[in-house]
C-alpha cells in the first residue's frame, strides 16, 4: 500500500492528521520504549512521526529501525530546554540529518546541565518536605538516563505530597516555583542556532501553554523568528479551537511554519500519539512543506 501523501496546506479538515512531529521516549521522561512507541504510532494510524526526547538523540537509532519494519516515515529530533525574558521555553529540533556540527557538543552541555539542575531541584523539593528527593526521582525514572522535572512529580505524588502530576507542576515545579531551575539552559537564540546549523528546523514547541499575553506571545515569536526559527507548533495536543486560529494569523504574519505534535509521554492519559485538536483552515503552510523537510516526509516544498 503507497504511504499516504501529506497535505501541501490546512484546509480545515476535522479528521486528524496521521502525522505527530512531538512525542518522549524512555530516552528522556516518556514510558515507551522508542520501539514500543512506534508500534503505538502504527496501531493508531500514523503514517510520519518525529522522536523528540528531551536534550537527546539517544532513542532515535532504535525508533528508526523500527519504524522501518512498521513503514512508518519518521523524522529523528529532539527539544531542547532554553530560557527566554525569564521563562523556560522548549525549541523542538527537527533534524533530517541528525546532529552534527554545534548540536552535538550542545547536547552533551545540555546533559550536563540537566545533571546540575536535578541536584538543584532535589535541595529545594527536600526543602518542602519531599525526603531524599533525588532517590526518588531516580526511582520513578527506572534508568540512569538525565532527570526532568516529570520524574520529581511523581516522586512528590509516589510520596503522597500531592495528588497528582498536575498539581504538582502547579505548586511546586512550574514556571516560577521551588522546582523550576532555568538558569542553567542556553538562551533560545542560542540553541535555535544549533538546529539550523545542524540542517534542521527550530520549531517553537507549544507556545499557547506559557500563560503569556497575545502580544508576550507575540514578542517571543519575533525574538525566536529573529534567531532563526522557522516554525511554531500550531496545534500541541488539546487546545481552544479560537486560541489556534489567532495563533495561525500570528504565525503567518511572522511567515512562520505550522507544526502539530502531541506531546505523548505515557499510555493513559488524556493524549496519546496523534491525537489533538482539528487544524483550521489556514494559509500558514505545515512544517514538512519546508525545504529541508519536505523530501524528507515525501511531501510538496512550500515555494510562497
Not at 512506534?38 to 496501531?43: F, G, T, Y
Not at 532554553?82 to 522548549?90: A, L, P, V
Not at 527506572?142 to 522535572?149: K, T
Request: hydrophobic share 45%; charged share 20%.
Amino acid at each position: 500500500m503507497p504511504m499516504p501523501r501529506l497535505p501541501a496546506r490546512f484546509e480545515g479538515d476535522p479528521e486528524p492528521l496521521s502525522i505527530d512531529l512531538h512525542m518522549h521516549s524512555t530516552a528522556s521522561d516518556g514510558a515507551l520504549s522508542p520501539e514500543a512507541l512506534v508500534a503505538l504510532c502504527r496501531e493508531r494510524g500514523l503514517t510520519h512521526m518525529a522522536l523528540t526526547d528531551h536534550d537527546t538523540l539517544a532513542g532515535v537509532p532504535e525508533a528508526t529501525a523500527a519504524a522501518a519494519l512498521q513503514g512508518i516515515v519518521l523524522m529523528a529530533g529532539t527539544e531542547l530546554s532554553t530560557q527566554w525574558r525569564g521563562h523556560n521555553i522548549h525549541v523542538v529540533g527537527l533534524l533530517p540529518e541528525g546532529a552534527r556540527g554545534p548540536l552535538v557538543e550542545g547536547l552533551v552541555a545540555q546533559a550536563q546541565a540537566r545533571e546540575r539542575r536535578a541536584l538543584k531541584i532535589a535541595e529545594r523539593l527536600e526543602k518542602i518536605g519531599l525526603a531524599d528527593a533525588l532517590a526518588r526521582a531516580r526511582e520513578q525514572a527506572g534508568s540512569e538516563r538525565p532527570l526532568g522535572r516529570p520524574d520529581f512529580a511523581r516522586a512528590l505524588v509516589a510520596a503522597g505530597l500531592v495528588p497528582d502530576v498536575g498539581i504538582a507542576f502547579k505548586k511546586h515545579l512550574g514556571d516560577g516555583k521551588a522546582g523550576d531551575v532555568k538558569s542553567l539552559w542556553p538562551q533560545i537564540a542560542e540553541a535555535v542556532s544549533w538546529i539550523v546549523a545542524a540542517g534542521g528546523v527550530a520549531v517553537l514547541a507549544h507556545p499557547l501553554r506559557h500563560g503569556l499575553t497575545r502580544r508576550k506571545r507575540g514578542l517571543l515569536l519575533d525574538d525566536f523568528r529573529e534567531a532563526g526559527g522557522q516554525a511554531a507548533e500550531l496545534v500541541s495536543g488539546f487546545q481552544n479551537a479560537d486560541a489556534t486560529r489567532d495563533l495561525a494569523r500570528q504565525l503567518q504574519e511572522r511567515e512562520l511554519y505550522a507544526s502539530l505534535g502531541s506531546d505523548f509521554h505515557f499510555p493513559g492519559g488524556h493524549l496519546a500519539p496523534g491525537s489533538m485538536s482539528p487544524v483550521p483552515r489556514t494559509a500558514t503552510p505545515p512544517v514538512w512543506t519546508h525545504p529541508r523537510l519536505a523530501a524528507c516526509f515525501g511531501a510538496p516544498v512550500n515555494t510562497s
